[in-house]
C-alpha cells in the first residue's frame, strides 16, 4: 500500500517554479504556473494540481505540443473587453493576465471580460474568481477542454469537461466558490484514480455500447479515441436532468471558443489523423463585475454570508450530520492541510523524481 508522506506547501512550488524555468519557462511566468498548481492541492483540488506538473505540462513540452514560453498578444481591447491569443504558451500565466485584465476593467467600468484562443490547460479553474474576490469583485470564468462528454442520447466523446466557475465575496472566513466541471466526473479526476489504482464507480463513464465503465486505466486511453464517454451532469438520458448538464457544456463551449475564434469540440482531440500529437489549442472566458457598482461590499458579503448560513443550518436528512455550502470543504481541506503540506503517494513521488532526474534540480525531495 501507498505511503503517503506530505512535503510542505512552500517547497513542492518552489520545486515547480525551479522545474518550469528549467525547461525554458521565463521566471515571472514559471511563478504562476506553479503558484496556480498549489493553490489547488491548498484547497484539496488534488485532481488538477501538483499531480499534473509532469504528466501534463512538462510532457506537452518536452513532446513539442506546448511552448514553455508564451507570447501573449492583444487581438482586440475595448473598455471593458479583451480579446487574447495565447500562441500555444503557458495556460496558467495566459489566464492569470487575462483575468487580472478583465478585473481591473471591472474597477475602471464596473465589469470586464476577456476571452481568451489559443490557450493551453489552465489549472484548476476556481484561482481565478478567488483574484476577483480579493478585489471586491465577484468572478467567472469557464473553458473548454479535451473532447470528454457524449451529448445526451449519444456516446461519442464531443464535448470537454467544461467546467463553469462562480465566485462570490462572503462575511464567512471563506468565499462561495463553486468550480465543477459539466460532466459527472471531470477527466482529472479519473487520473487521479488512475494513480492511485482504483476502478470507476457506475455512473461516471459509458463506453461505445451505452453501458457504464469501471476500467480506469483502459478508460483513460480509451477517450482519447473516442471509445469512451463522461456523462454530462445529471447523467445518462433525460430523466435525471442529463439534458441540462448537455446544454450548460455546450454554453461554456460557445463562450470559450465562439468570441475568441477558438478551436472547439474535436479540433481539441490533442492527436491528427495519423494519432500524432498536436497542440490542444484551448478558449477561455473570465469575467469580473465590480460589486459596489450595485450595492455595498460590506451588505453583499453580509446577505451572501446569510444564505449560506441559513442553508447549512437547515434540516439535514437522516443520519446526516452536516449541510456544507460551495467553497466550504476546500476551506477545511486548507485548515487541514496548512501545516501539513501536500500529500504524496508513490506515483507522485515517482513523477517527481523523474522530473528531479531529468533536470538535474538540486532541489532534496523528503521522500
Not at 518536452?62 to 491569443?85: H, R, S, Y
Not at 484562443?117 to 480579493?134: D, E, F, M, Q, V
Not at 457544456?249 to 490533442?270: H, T
Request: glycine share 10%; charged share 25%; net charge neutral.
Amino acid at each position: 500500500m501507498s505511503e503517503v508522506i506530505y512535503w510542505d506547501f512552500d517547497s513542492v512550488e518552489e520545486f515547480m517554479r525551479d522545474g518550469f524555468m528549467a525547461i525554458g519557462t521565463p521566471a515571472e511566468e514559471a511563478e504562476i504556473c506553479a503558484n496556480v498548481l498549489i493553490e489547488a492541492d491548498k484547497r484539496g483540488i488534488d485532481s488538477h494540481g501538483v499531480g499534473r506538473f509532469k504528466p501534463i505540462y512538462l510532457d506537452r513540452i518536452w513532446a513539442g505540443t506546448q511552448n514553455p514560453k508564451t507570447k501573449f498578444e492583444i487581438v482586440k481591447e475595448t473598455e471593458t473587453t479583451v480579446v487574447i491569443d495565447g500562441n500555444n504558451g503557458m495556460g496558467h500565466y495566459i489566464a492569470n493576465r487575462a483575468n487580472n485584465m478583465a478585473i481591473e476593467k471591472a474597477k475602471k467600468y464596473g465589469v470586464g471580460i476577456a476571452a481568451v484562443r489559443n490557450s493551453t490547460h489552465y489549472g484548476a479553474a476556481c484561482y481565478y474568481p478567488l483574484k476577483a474576490i480579493a478585489r471586491g469583485c465577484f468572478g467567472m470564468t469557464c473553458t473548454n477542454a479535451r473532447p470528454s462528454i457524449a451529448p445526451t442520447w449519444g456516446v461519442e466523446n464531443m464535448l470537454g469537461t467544461n467546467p463553469m466557475t462562480w465566485g462570490f465575496p462572503t462575511d464567512e472566513a471563506f468565499p462561495f466558490v463553486l468550480d465543477c466541471a459539466t460532466s459527472v466526473t471531470q477527466r482529472g479526476k479519473i487520473e487521479l484514480y488512475g494513480r492511485l489504482d482504483k476502478d470507476l464507480p457506475d455512473g461516471w463513464v459509458i463506453g461505445e455500447e451505452g453501458k457504464y465503465r469501471n476500467d480506469t486505466k483502459q478508460v483513460l486511453e480509451d477517450l482519447t479515441k473516442g471509445k469512451a464517454a463522461l456523462t454530462p451532469l445529471g447523467g445518462l438520458g433525460e430523466l435525471t436532468g442529463g439534458y441540462k448538464g448537455y446544454g450548460y457544456s455546450v454554453v461554456v463551449e460557445i463562450l470559450s471558443a465562439a468570441l475568441s475564434d477558438a478551436d472547439f469540440l474535436k479540433k481539441l482531440n490533442g492527436t491528427d489523423s495519423d494519432g500524432k500529437q498536436i497542440p490542444i489549442l484551448l478558449g477561455h472566458f473570465f469575467m469580473a463585475v465590480d460589486i459596489e457598482r450595485f450595492i455595498k461590499l460590506d451588505r453583499f458579503k453580509q446577505i451572501t454570508g446569510d444564505m449560506c448560513r441559513q442553508l447549512r443550518n437547515s434540516k439535514k436528512a437522516p443520519g446526516q450530520k452536516r449541510i456544507w455550502t460551495p467553497g466550504e470543504k476546500e476551506y477545511d481541506v486548507w485548515l487541514e492541510r496548512k501545516s501539513k503540506g501536500v500529500p504524496f503517494n508513490d506515483a507522485l513521488k515517482k513523477s517527481f523524481k523523474e522530473v528531479k532526474d531529468r533536470l538535474n534540480l538540486p532541489h532534496k525531495l523528503p521522500f
